[in-house]
């Protein structure tokens, strides 16, 4: 799609502009180092307010950080998982 609006002969593109510019505000990237993804949630999650204070939230991701601070090299569970884990 960035590459549809960087061509100069077909006129005004907004309505892909404003759809690539939706996504870089309400999207993010996968958490797997390597993947190229990011991950648009389009359901009711869109309306949850964000905050920096811990102390105020009453929602959190569906699974905590590794003990380790970052994703096994090599793990079944987090290999068959990884996407849950990206999303939620």
Same mark, same amino acid.
């Given at each position: 799609?960035?590459?549809?609006?960087?061509?100069?002969?077909?006129? @005004? $593109?907004?309505?892909?502009?404003?759809?690539?510019?939706?996504? *870089? &505000?309400? +999207?993010?990237?996968? =958490?797997?180092?390597?993947?190229?993804?990011?991950?648009? @949630? $389009?359901?009711?999650?869109?309306?949850?307010?964000?905050?920096? *204070? &811990?102390? +105020?939230?009453?929602? =959190?991701?569906?699974?905590?950080?590794?003990?380790?601070?970052?994703?096994?090299?090599?793990?079944?569970?987090?290999?068959?998982?990884?996407?849950?884990?990206?999303?939620?």
């Amino acid at each position: 799609l960035e590459d549809n609006v960087k061509v100069q002969s077909t006129g @005004e $593109v907004t309505v892909i502009e404003n759809f690539l510019t939706f996504i *870089d &505000e309400n +999207s993010h990237r996968s =958490g797997t180092e390597g993947m190229n993804m990011n991950y648009l @949630e $389009v359901g009711a999650s869109t309306f949850i307010r964000k905050t920096d *204070d &811990e102390s +105020s939230v009453n929602v =959190g991701r569906w699974v905590p950080p590794h003990p380790s601070g970052k994703n096994p090299v090599f793990s079944p569970v987090y290999d068959r998982h990884r996407m849950s884990f990206d999303v939620f």
